[in-house]
């Protein structure tokens, strides 16, 4: 399963940087899912409740946010946001237009709680 191995990519990051930071746990993690990926998000989510088990990602909320595809033409250099890679420029009408956005899948942002650090009494 795709979302599967994603998700325990992810988590290889995610615990590496709860090391580095000495965090005590995952609050939250944003991934950047375009369209073009191939990625369900319902499926991402699945799998992240179920690999995250016994983890400290377990019960962390998974951000996904979606990023629509974004064509160029490189002959008007007209940018739009379309449904299709293979669409024809809205503007001139031009074949193969550069996809701009929409392939990505990569880990926007970790949300990590932090060792509490001892409050030292002023008395
Ligand atoms: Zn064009």
Redesign the pocket.
Known sequence: MHEASIVEEMLEIADREVILQGAQRINRISLQIGVLSGVVPEALQFAFGSLSMGTLAEGAVLDIVRVPLTLR??????QWVGEHPGD???????EL?SIVAGQELKLLELDLELMETPHECDT
């Open positions: 033409c490189d002959r008007c250099e007209g024809l420029c809205p503007v001139c009408g031009a237009p």
